[in-house]
């Protein structure tokens, strides 16, 4: 296998956890196989971020420090992504499973002329080729895809683990030209929620529906997750309606869970609410 490149994602000026794990993952394919392992940061912080990329498993980190990358427009991401498959021979490109990632990985392949795969769980060496795994129809079937020539691939969160940061890792940092101004389109307003929640990092999750029935209702989940010491998560329904901010949605839409203990409240179930759970290691539902 030739040469990883992995879009390491900047969130504020930080490495995003998914492109952490995207990095890990290469770092493992490239054990394996001998290929280098670059990145590519783009962005206002694309430079400061490097250190931390190698850190992190890179070899080498291509950064176009340029404010006028973000918020992010797929046309100049694209172009960047491009190029640096081009100057570097890569065979494999790694994004994350973002909405940033997933928006850039069709565009990126339809411009290589690649095969995209997208939303993986895992992925390894296989003959010298990777190949992908994907569990699907409501995450109860295991699909596994390879193919010929240059991939891009998305890799969801949970693919590895967070790569222990080695400050003693030593690699090359390489400027590359933005082609920020060639974008045709431009951001007129961009709303961020803040977030006062990690619920990726919880143990103990309660989790709400519109089943709860109204916002008064919802203070009692509030004073149950206070005496549990849980998180406070809740369906879209919940967030919708205005019972809690954004940053508390789980599902596929939101945050993707892996609690000891998840317990659902007032919760349908649908499938959508389930993809941010099926991972926790004990589900509790109260109807």
Same mark, same amino acid.
């Given at each position: 296998?030739?040469?990883?490149?992995?879009? #390491?994602?900047?969130?504020?000026?930080?490495?995003?956890?998914?492109?952490?794990?995207?990095?890990?993952?290469?770092? $493992?394919?490239?054990?394996?196989?001998?290929?280098?392992?670059?990145?590519?940061?783009?962005?206002?912080?694309? #430079?400061?971020?490097?250190?931390?990329?190698?850190?992190?498993?890179?070899?080498?980190?291509?950064?176009?420090?340029?404010?006028?990358?973000?918020?992010?427009?797929?046309?100049?991401?694209?172009? !960047? !992504?491009?190029?640096?498959?081009?100057?570097?021979?890569?065979?494999?490109?790694?994004?994350?499973?973002?909405?940033?990632?997933? /928006? !850039?990985?069709?565009?990126?392949?339809?411009?290589?002329?690649?095969?995209?795969?997208?939303?993986?769980?895992?992925?390894?060496?296989? /003959?010298?080729?990777?190949?992908?795994?994907?569990?699907?129809?409501?995450?109860?079937?295991?699909?596994?895809?390879?193919?010929?020539?240059?991939?891009?691939?998305? !890799?969801?969160?949970?693919?590895?683990?967070?790569?222990?940061?080695?400050?003693?890792?030593?690699?090359?940092?390489?400027?590359?030209?933005?082609?920020?101004?060639?974008?045709?389109?431009?951001?007129?307003? %961009?709303?961020?929620?803040?977030?006062?929640?990690?619920? %990726?990092?919880?143990?103990?999750?309660?989790?709400?529906?519109?089943?709860?029935?109204?916002?008064?209702?919802?203070?009692?989940?509030?004073?149950?997750?206070?005496?549990?010491?849980?998180?406070?998560?809740? $369906?879209? #329904?919940?967030?919708?309606?205005?019972?809690?901010?954004?940053?508390?949605?789980?599902?596929?839409?939101?945050?993707?869970?892996?609690?000891?203990?998840?317990?659902?409240?007032?919760?349908?179930?649908?499938?959508?609410?389930?993809?941010?759970?099926?991972?926790?290691?004990?589900?509790?539902?109260?109807?």
């Amino acid at each position: 296998m030739s040469d990883i490149l992995v879009y #390491a994602q900047l969130d504020d000026g930080r490495l995003h956890d998914v492109a952490l794990q995207c990095l890990a993952a290469a770092r $493992t394919l490239a054990g394996a196989s001998g290929a280098k392992v670059r990145a590519l940061t783009a962005g206002p912080g694309a #430079a400061a971020a490097a250190s931390a990329a190698i850190a992190a498993g890179a070899d080498e980190v291509l950064t176009a420090d340029d404010p006028a990358l973000s918020p992010v427009l797929a046309a100049p991401h694209v172009a !960047l !992504l491009k190029g640096a498959v081009q100057s570097t021979g890569a065979t494999l490109v790694l994004l994350p499973s973002t909405t940033t990632g997933n /928006d !850039l990985a069709p565009l990126l392949a339809a411009a290589l002329d690649a095969a995209c795969i997208l939303d993986a769980d895992a992925v390894s060496l296989k /003959d010298g080729r990777p190949v992908f795994q994907r569990l699907e129809f409501d995450r109860k079937a295991l699909s596994s895809y390879a193919a010929k020539g240059t991939v891009v691939a998305t !890799l969801r969160d949970g693919v590895a683990p967070n790569p222990a940061s080695d400050a003693s890792r030593t690699g090359t940092v390489t400027p590359v030209a933005s082609p920020a101004a060639a974008a045709r389109s431009k951001v007129v307003r %961009r709303d961020v929620t803040g977030h006062t929640v990690n619920l %990726r990092a919880a143990k103990i999750i309660v989790g709400a529906g519109a089943g709860v029935g109204s916002a008064a209702n919802f203070e009692k989940i509030r004073e149950l997750a206070a005496a549990l010491g849980a998180e406070l998560g809740a $369906t879209r #329904a919940v967030v919708d309606a205005g019972w809690l901010p954004a940053g508390h949605q789980i599902g596929q839409t939101g945050v993707i869970v892996r609690p000891d203990v998840y317990i659902a409240v007032g919760i349908s179930g649908a499938v959508q609410h389930w993809v941010g759970i099926s991972e926790a290691k004990r589900i509790v539902a109260v109807n």
